[in-house]
């Protein structure tokens, strides 16, 4: 038996598989970039906006979007727990604070319990069936929204998802390595989200 030529099949084999899995990866990962610095189109008119926070431009962009009047009432999930409507306006660029209406605030609802994608899922779940909410425009990053949409669904499936990214700072200059690496990163997430992964490791980690 020629266990060197056995062993070097193996090998061959093993090498053969993990670059066969790196294209894959990179196939993958040159479509979420492009998917993730598309600009995005209006949304139609829904029941509600969810913005969910941990970049810039996203509470800024559901604002305005709420003030358009493509939906009733927003919900900004994920704020620090002692966040208040008048410390969101103060954080405002000044030429957006001072065009919103007063009355504007009353459709503002701030969810101060999220800390990852799959709590801003769970309070939005719960925000959305208070308010017998049927469609909701989603507003995060471009490199977000892919897996953002995913786990809002998995706990509304019966709402109509409407995704409007924004596109943040690090998305203005993509191929920096700070932007790559921080692409790359959302990228693995989104892959462990599509596989169910995320919520059963957050599951355990409560357990």
């Known amino acids: 038996m020629n266990r060197g030529g056995t062993a ?10 993990l670059l066969g899995c790196m294209l894959l990866w990179g196939t993958g990962f040159a479509w979420f970039v492009h998917d993730a610095l598309k600009s ?3 949304p139609p008119v829904a029941d509600g906006i969810v913005a ?11 604002l305005r979007l709420l003030a358009g ?3 009733r009432q927003l919900l900004i999930s994920g704020v620090a727990p002692h966040a208040t409507t008048a410390s969101v306006a103060g954080a405002l660029p000044p030429d957006l604070a ?7 605030w009353r459709q503002v609802t701030l969810g101060r319990h999220a800390t990852s994608t799959i709590g801003n ?9 208070a308010n017998g909410l049927r469609s909701l425009i989603v507003v995060t990053a471009g490199y977000h929204i892919r897996r ?3 786990e809002i669904h998995r706990t509304l499936p019966d709402v109509a998802l409407y995704p409007y990214a924004v596109r943040p700072p690090a998305l ?3 191929l920096r390595g700070s932007s790559l690496r921080l692409l790359a990163t959302e990228y693995d997430k989104w892959l462990m989200a599509s596989l169910g992964l995320t919520r059963n490791m957050t599951t355990r980690a409560q357990n």
């Open 8 to 17: 070097r099949r193996f090998l061959l084999g093993t090498l053969a598989g």
């Open 40 to 42: 995005p189109s209006r």
């Open 52 to 62: 969910l926070t941990g970049g810039q431009g996203r509470i800024e962009a559901s």
């Open 69 to 71: 009047g493509q939906a």
């Open 98 to 104: 001072a065009s919103l209406p007063p009355a504007l």
């Open 121 to 129: 899922a769970d309070e939005t779940a719960q925000w959305a069936r």
């Open 148 to 150: 953002a949409i995913m």
């Open 172 to 174: 203005r200059a993509p």
